[in-house]
Nanobody
Framework: QVQLVESGGGLVQPGGSLRLSCAASGDYLDSYSIGWFRQAPGKEREGASCISKSAASINYADSVKGRFTISRDNAKNMVYLQMNSLKPEDTAVYYC??????????????????WGQGTQVTVSS
């Protein structure tokens, strides 16, 4: 069983940056594709970005493309989401999650089994 803990959220002004971290324990992350998802109040959960086991495949939602960068350090069992040029509409609880996808990754949250507790990101002036 994998335990995931997100950190790095907070309050930031529009145009600012945050770096989210996802720390894993209980298993080796290099067995999993990893996704970052977000959910704003009153809205459905949506995929922001995902990365395959070897980092050879990365996907971004159109809404974050060019502003967010996902990365992973399998040696440290960590995954990161660098978020730049943040907008008020990026405000949400951000979650990392794992999926056993043999090749590539997916932004379909239904494919992900283990989830962290989430970290709040608020973009506001």
């Amino acid at each position: 069983q994998v335990q995931l803990v997100e950190s790095g959220g907070g309050l930031v002004q529009p145009g600012g940056s945050l770096r989210l971290s996802c720390a894993a324990s209980g298993d080796y992350l290099d067995s999993y594709s990893i996704g970052w998802f977000r959910q704003a109040p009153g809205k459905e959960r949506e995929g922001a970005s995902c990365i395959s086991k070897s980092a050879a495949s990365i996907n971004y939602a159109d809404s974050v493309k060019g502003r967010f960068t996902i990365s992973r350090d399998n040696a440290k069992n960590m995954v990161y989401l660098q978020m730049n040029s943040l907008k008020p509409e990026d405000t949400a609880v951000y979650y990392c999650a794992t999926a056993r996808i043999p090749y590539g990754c997916a932004l379909d949250w239904g494919r992900y089994g283990y989830w962290g507790q989430g970290t709040q990101v608020t973009v506001s002036s």
